[in-house]
């Protein structure tokens, strides 16, 4: 013991005076390489895609790409995209605090991994899947069918079908981003608020709610980002009428499939944007609360 | 915090449960009936009402099993090779100092952000014969858009955030000091970090992995675009079951749709299972 400590002290030194040289040699070539080929990657994958965009949408002039803003197609598109987020975002915000409170309050109720698991779902389900089986349950054959249809209610091919599974896909993000929150900030101020006389309402308006409105707020955007850009599961249940019952995503594949792809690119630009002011938020929000935000899907 | 507070919020909660906050429990129970457990019955039930042989014969047509095959093994392929770069992007954003860290960082997030109608436009024009990117490969003959390979690239696009996101957190927390001590050691770099730095972030890795090929494997819209959906061909699992909707084949549609719902249990299960052995890691 006694001899081994003195070797101990000595040994660091050798290496952080003499070894580095080499180390650090190796060290300059590496990390140059690494981050070379990090940017090359994220340039191919990402970044030439996106910028493909921009520049595919204005190839023409800012007057063909204003022209496509006349068209009552696209101003339905852009409407019912709006139209989605507007009713999607708020009842799945309500669901989110609800889901979260009873989730994060509560540490050791039977089943709460499954519950948890069971609010993950329409993360690992297909898109597709999703409509798949919203049309089985209130399509024309579905179990809802006949009912829905003998009191007129058009729920497929219709926007209501659109919302519902606007829902379903955009579901977990609220919940997924205030859980953690919650869990975190512990129960301690609201305890001192309640044994102060603060209602039930009083201790989450005034307490809780300040508390977790960074994350909530995260969960929103990305509740909106996927309300309006969402594809698969809104064509399946839509049947993508144009001017009827089209958002924008769906009206870019259509003007793409139809040839008309000035008109595509106009309408994916718009949802770029959304991307844009989505990331930026995201980042801002990141430096507020000085950590990094989980994998939002 | 732990040791104190524990007995006195779980009397808490209890007495609460019983108020008040059944409220959030109902919300709770009753939007998830509603908007998902309805939905998922309707299918399974409707699944249930097909003779076995039938479901059989549905799930393992040629069609639907060259389906399965371009699904899964390109997205297994996307995933793999996100896996890897993933982990040199969570690297290098981590342990490096560039110009433009930060916008480089917030780039990851492009997939989650962009709607993935755009990203198979804007992939199929990329990608295209006369594409920026599908030009430079045109004159050895090799087609991206429209084949098998750009199914590959429109998942290579809609997953590569995952590991980045899953194993960064974990190396930020990874303490240098046992590098460190491996390097005075006398470890060569590789033997650093095939010894020392990989082990702790393999369940992270895996984690990120297994979250890309899943949505890989239900992606939609980006490959809808990019690809031609020729069967036996670049066709996969989820533009089948929409074909099959289109020609009101319902039967077809459930029986695939059904499969597809079990994998994706599957791998929620598998994910679930990697992050409580990352988090027995942790510990």
Redesign the interface.
Known sequence: MAIDTPRFDQ??KP?SAA?PDA?SG??TF??PL??A???F??G???????V??FV?AFSGGIGIFLNTFTERAFLNAAKLTLLMAVITVPLNT??G???A??IG??K?FPGR?L?I??????????????G??????YGR???FGPWLEANDIKIIFAVPGMV?AT??VS?PFVAREVIPVLEEI???QE?AA?TLGAS?WQTFWRVTLPSIRWGLLYGVL?TN?RA?????AV??VSGNIGGKTQT???F??DA?KQYH?QE??TA?VL??C???V???A??ILESRTGA?T???? | ?AVS?TP???S??ASQ?FS??S???L??GG??TL??????A??IL?ASTLSLSEIWRIATSPVALSAYNVTFITALFAGLINGV?GL??A???VR?D?PFK?F?D?????????????????????YSDN???GSLFAPFGIKIAFTRLGVFVAM??IS???VV??V??VL?EAEKDVEEAA??LGAS?WQTFWRVVLPPLMPAVLTGVA?GF??A?????SV??VAANIPFKDLI???L??QR?EQYD?AG??VI?TV??LI??V??LA??LLQAWGRRYGN
């Not at chain 1, 191919?44 to 996106?50: E, H, Q, S, T, W």
């Not at chain 2, 908007?35 to 998922?40: F, G, K, N, R």
Request: charged letters at 10%.
């Open positions: 040994t660091p290496p070894q180390k190796a060290q590496v990390k690494l981050i080929f990090v940017l990657y994220l191919v994958v990402l970044v030439i895609p996106a493909n965009v595919q309500i669901f605090l609800c889901a409170w009873a309050r509560n050791n991994a519950l698991s069971i609010i993950d779902l329409p993360f690992s389900v297909s898109p597709v899947v999703a798949l089986m919203i049309v089985l349950l054959n579905g179990w519902l829902v379903f579901l512990g129960t301690e305890e309640k039930e990305l980002a309006m850009g969402e594809f698969g064509i399946v924008l995503p769906l870019v594949e793409y792809t595509a690119y994916a949802l770029a959304l991307a844009v989505t990331m930026i995201k980042a990094k989980g994998v939002g899907h | 915090m507070s006195e919020s779980a808490v909660s449960k008040l906050p409220i959030p429990w919300v709770t939007y998830l908007m998902l457990l309805v939905p998922i309707a299918l409707k770069a040199i992007i690297w290098v954003l490096y560039f930060q480089v917030s780039l990851i997030d492009l997939p989650f952000a962009l709607p993935t109608a755009v990203a198979g436009l804007t992939l199929a024009t990329v594409g920026w990117l290579l696009f590569l955030p995952f996101r899953t960064q957190p930020q390097w005075s770099q979250l899943a949505r494997v239900g992606e939609y819209g809808v675009i699992a989820p533009v079951i929409f909707l319902y549609a459930t749709g597809m719902l994706s249990l791998m929620l994910i679930n």
